[in-house]
């Protein structure tokens, strides 16, 4: 066969086509590892408040319950908003102690991540701020808030 003229062999691939293809797969793999690399943040600890801190964060947090009351007794206010706002203050005021994202945990995450005196108290709000009607006053709710908020030491 090698000496019929009319056959050709087959032809080689340049060389520039085998480091082609390397660098092709190679970027590949960075891309991939780039995607699937871990570049969370790591979980907030828990922050070490100064009794300062937790002072001004109770007191600020106090005036903005006798706020919401406030609105409500004025008018301003519906009852089932307010009970919500309560509930927000309450978990606001354990995630800026805490570190925990309170804002965005049940009831039973609560628990489970020690902050009982948060728990009792937004467990008293739930009924009002959730159930489709509520035998519960605002006032009564803006005491629970305040139990769990002068109850964190």
Same mark, same amino acid.
């Given at each position: 066969?090698?000496?019929?003229?009319?056959?050709?062999?087959?032809?080689?691939?340049?060389?520039?086509?085998?480091?082609?293809?390397?660098?092709?797969?190679?970027?590949?793999?960075?891309?991939?590892?780039?995607?699937?690399?871990?570049? @969370? &943040?790591?979980?907030?600890?828990?922050?070490?408040?100064?009794? +300062? !801190? =937790?002072? $001004?964060? @109770? &007191?600020?947090?106090?005036?903005?319950?006798?706020?919401?009351? +406030? !609105? =409500?007794? $004025?008018? @301003?206010?519906?009852?089932?908003?307010?009970?919500?706002?309560?509930?927000?203050? =309450?978990?606001?005021?354990?995630?800026?102690?805490?570190?925990?994202?309170?804002?965005?945990?049940?009831?039973?995450?609560?628990?489970?991540?020690?902050?009982?005196?948060?728990?009792?108290?937004?467990?008293?709000?739930?009924?009002?701020?959730?159930?489709?009607?509520?035998?519960?006053?605002?006032?009564?709710?803006?005491?629970?808030?305040?139990?769990?908020?002068?109850?964190?030491?």
């Amino acid at each position: 066969m090698q000496d019929n003229p009319g056959f050709l062999g087959p032809l080689q691939y340049q060389g520039h086509w085998l480091w082609l293809g390397l660098l092709l797969m190679l970027l590949v793999a960075a891309w991939y590892a780039w995607v699937f690399w871990p570049v @969370r &943040a790591k979980p907030p600890g828990k922050k070490s408040n100064t009794t +300062a !801190d =937790v002072a $001004a964060l @109770r &007191a600020a947090c106090l005036r903005a319950i006798d706020a919401v009351v +406030a !609105d =409500v007794d $004025a008018g @301003r206010l519906p009852e089932r908003e307010a009970h919500q706002q309560l509930s927000m203050l =309450v978990r606001g005021f354990a995630a800026s102690v805490t570190g925990h994202p309170a804002t965005t945990m049940t009831l039973h995450d609560l628990s489970e991540q020690g902050l009982e005196p948060f728990t009792a108290g937004i467990a008293g709000i739930y009924p009002a701020e959730f159930g489709p009607t509520t035998d519960r006053t605002v006032g009564e709710s803006a005491v629970a808030a305040r139990g769990a908020v002068e109850a964190w030491s």
